[in-house]
C-alpha cells in the first residue's frame, strides 16, 4: 500500500527508476481497483500522463503492468504499440486488446519484427494467418506452420506446396500438419519423390531401374495411405483430383489392394465407375465373379485388367492384406501363378506393367515375409539342421601350355 502522495513524489521524480515504479503501480492499481468511479478516472489519467514521460524506461513499465490484461485501457495500449520498436514488439505479441482489425495495417507495412511478434500471438484467425503468409518470408511461414494451435484456410496450405514444395525445409513442416488436404499432401509427397531421385547420393547407391521402382512404389503406397486416411467426403474429392489429372492407373488399383487399403481402392472403383460407395463395398465383399467383372468393365477398364482385379479381390477376401505380409506375398504369388498358367507364359502386353509390378513385388514381400523365421524357429525346436557333406574340390586343371 502507498499514499497517493508518496506516489505523486514518485511520478515528479527526476529518477527514471522511481518514475517507472510510479507507472507500473499506476498500472496495476488500475487493473485491480475496486473503488470509486472518480479514484479509477484519476488512475486513468495518471496512466494517460505516463505515455508522454521521456524516458522508454518508464514507458515500458508501463507497458509491462498492463500487457496481458484484457481489461487494460485501449487507447493506452494503443499509444503503446505506436511507441519505441521494443514496447510496440511486446504490445503486438501478449496484449489481447489488440482485435484483428488493429493488426491488419500492421501486417500489410511488413516489417519483419512486427510480423514476428504477431506471429507469436496467442490466437490468429485464419485471415490473419493468410494475411501473414502472404508476406512470404521463409522464416515466418516455418513459425507460423508448426503451430499445432493455429488453424490455416485450405487454400493458403494448397497454395504453400504449390508455391514452397521444393523448399525441404517448409515441405517437411507442411506434410507434419495434420490438416493439410490429401491434394497437397500428394503434391508433396510427388515432390519428395522427385527430389530424391534427383540427389547425386541415392543415384549412386541404387541403380536407376531399381530407384525408379523404388520411388513409383513408395509414390503409390503414399498416395494410397493419404486416400485411406481421408475422410469420406475428403475421400471422394481426393479420388476427382486424381481422376481429373489421370493419374488413377490400373497399377494404382493393384497396388492399393495389396497393401491393404481396400476404402480407397473403393472410393476410385466408385469414382471411375460413377456409382454410390455402398453399393461397391457391397459388391467387393460379397459380389461373384460376374458381378465384379461388370463393376470393372463399368470403370472403363479393359477385360484383361477387370480380370486381374476379379481374381485379386476374391484373394484378398480370405486375408488380410493390411497387417500381413506373409498374407500379400501369398496372394501376389497366386495371382502370377494364375496369370501365367491362364496365358501361358505368354502375357498380352497389356498386363505387361502388371505382371512386371507382381513380379517386384513378389520379391520384396518374400524378403519381408522372410526376415526373422529362421531366428524365430531357432528359439522353439530343439533340433538340428541335418547339414550335407562337403565335397571334395576338385583340383583345378589347366591346358598345358
Known amino acids: 500500500m502507498i499514499g497517493y502522495e508518496a506516489f505523486a513524489e514518485l511520478s515528479l521524480s527526476s529518477d527514471s527508476d522511481e518514475r517507472g515504479y510510479a507507472a507500473h503501480l499506476a498500472a496495476l492499481a488500475y487493473l485491480d481497483h475496486q473503488g470509486p468511479a472518480d479514484e479509477h478516472a484519476a488512475l486513468y489519467a495518471a496512466l494517460i500522463g505516463f505515455l508522454d514521460d521521456s524516458s522508454v524506461k518508464v514507458r515500458a513499465a508501463l507497458a509491462y503492468g498492463l500487457l496481458h490484461s484484457p481489461q487494460a485501457p485501449r487507447s493506452v495500449m494503443l499509444a503503446l504499440l505506436q511507441d519505441s520498436a521494443v514496447i510496440a514488439r511486446a504490445v503486438l505479441q501478449y496484449s ?45 511461414i516455418l513459425r507460423l506452420l508448426k503451430r499445432r494451435d493455429v488453424d490455416f484456410e485450405i487454400a493458403m496450405l494448397e497454395q504453400l506446396s504449390r508455391t514452397h514444395g521444393d523448399d525441404a525445409t517448409i515441405r517437411g ?36 531401374d531399381r530407384l525408379g521402382r523404388l520411388l513409383r512404389d513408395g509414390t503409390d503406397t503414399a498416395v494410397a495411405i493419404i486416400g485411406e486416411t481421408e475422410p469420406v467426403a475428403g475421400r471422394a474429392q481426393f479420388v476427382d483430383s486424381l481422376m481429373g489429372a489421370d493419374q488413377v492407373s490400373a497399377r494404382l488399383l493393384l497396388h492399393s489392394v495389396v497393401t491393404g487399403k481396400v476404402m480407397f481402392f473403393a472410393a476410385c472403383i466408385a469414382g471411375l465407375a460413377n456409382t454410390g460407395s455402398d453399393k461397391v463395398y457391397t459388391l467387393l465383399e460379397g459380389g461373384s465373379r460376374v458381378a465384379l467383372a461388370a463393376l470393372f468393365s463399368r470403370c472403363g477398364l479393359s477385360p484383361a485388367i477387370g480380370g486381374l482385379l476379379v481374381r485379386l479381390v476374391m484373394l484378398a477376401r480370405s486375408v488380410d492384406l493390411a497387417d500381413d505380409p506373409a498374407a500379400r506375398h501369398y496372394v501376389i504369388t497366386a495371382l502370377t501363378e494364375e496369370l501365367i498358367s491362364e496365358y501361358d507364359g505368354d502375357i498380352p502386353p497389356e498386363l505387361e506393367e502388371v505382371f512386371c509390378y507382381l513380379n517386384d513385388q513378389n520379391i520384396a514381400l518374400a524378403r519381408k515375409a522372410a526376415r526373422g523365421v529362421v531366428a524365430m524357429f531357432a528359439k522353439t525346436t530343439q533340433s538340428g539342421i541335418a547339414l550335407p ?13
Open 389 to 401: 557333406a562337403p565335397q571334395v574340390a576338385m583340383p583345378l586343371q589347366l591346358p598345358a601350355a
Open 173 to 208: 513442416a507442411l506434410l507434419a500438419r495434420r490438416d493439410l488436404p490429401g491434394t497437397a499432401r500428394m503434391q508433396l509427397v510427388r515432390a519428395v519423390a522427385d527430389s530424391l531421385g534427383g540427389c547425386r547420393l541415392v543415384k549412386g547407391a541404387l541403380a536407376a
Open 96 to 140: 489481447p486488446v489488440l482485435v484483428y482489425a488493429d493488426l491488419y495495417p500492421i501486417v500489410a507495412r511488413g516489417d519483419i519484427t512486427a510480423l514476428t511478434a504477431i506471429a507469436q500471438r496467442q490466437s490468429l484467425s485464419p485471415r490473419l494467418v493468410s494475411a501473414l503468409l502472404g508476406k512470404g518470408e521463409r522464416g515466418l
